[in-house]
T-cell receptor
């Protein structure tokens, strides 16, 4: 089945550690996005990529890094510089060439031990 | 930048219609969306409307857009308990980056 897979579903991090969240899609979408969701809040854009080997900062990029080495993969690293990393992280993708809307994965919940 | 506002909570009885409202600030937004989020899950795209349309209907869902007032609504007919979820309104230019509201929690009671 085609879709967007985020793994793991739950992730725990010790303070001071970097952690990487996986996002893979087999929809042949060119654009991919990372959002952060906090309780009672809407989604806020962290980073996005419209083409392989290129990405742009969103509204809250500080303390995060990404890479886009392959079209189907857009991993997000939460670095130790992110002081409040506990949140629900959502990955999305879309086919920008045919002007389609974004579709989302099932999310990863990150907690600090 | 764009700002999207929506009411935080709506409670209805099963079988009634639900209307969730949303306002946005940027008149250049070309697409407006409704997404549904169930507990612990990602967002499911319900429907979207292009800014040159006034209304879009898809089975039990009706979207109304008042571009002059920058007001969007989602009507769910014959609301069921399975419709209980958080509903997000979002706006974008050309489907690119989305600006989300904080979500409306819909509670449907039997």
């Amino acid at each position: 089945d085609g879709g967007i897979t985020q793994s793991p579903k739950y992730l725990f991090r010790k303070e001071g550690q970097n952690v990487t969240l996986s996002c893979e899609q087999n929809l042949n979408h060119d654009a991919m996005y990372w959002y952060r969701q906090d309780p009672g809040q809407g989604l806020r854009l962290i980073y996005y990529s419209q083409i392989v080997n290129d990405f742009q900062k969103g509204d809250i990029a500080e303390g995060y890094s990404v890479s886009r080495e392959k079209k189907e993969s857009f991993p997000l690293t939460v670095t130790s510089a992110q002081k409040n990393p506990t949140a629900f992280y959502l990955c999305a993708s879309r086919d920008s060439l045919s002007n389609q809307p974004q579709h989302f994965g099932d999310g990863t919940r990150l907690s600090i031990l | 930048g764009e700002d999207v506002e929506q009411s935080l909570f709506l409670s209805v009885r099963e079988g009634d219609s639900s209307v969730i409202n949303c306002t946005y600030t940027d008149s250049s937004s070309t697409y407006l969306y409704w997404y549904k989020q169930e507990p612990g899950a990602g967002l499911q795209l319900l429907t979207y409307i292009f800014s040159n349309m006034d209304m879009k209907q898809d089975q039990r869902l009706t979207v109304l857009l008042n571009k002059k007032d920058k007001h969007l609504s989602l009507r769910i007919a014959d609301t069921q308990t399975g419709d209980s979820a958080i509903y997000f309104c979002a706006a974008s230019l050309r489907h690119s980056t989305l600006t989300f509201g904080k979500g409306t929690m819909l509670l449907v009671s039997p």
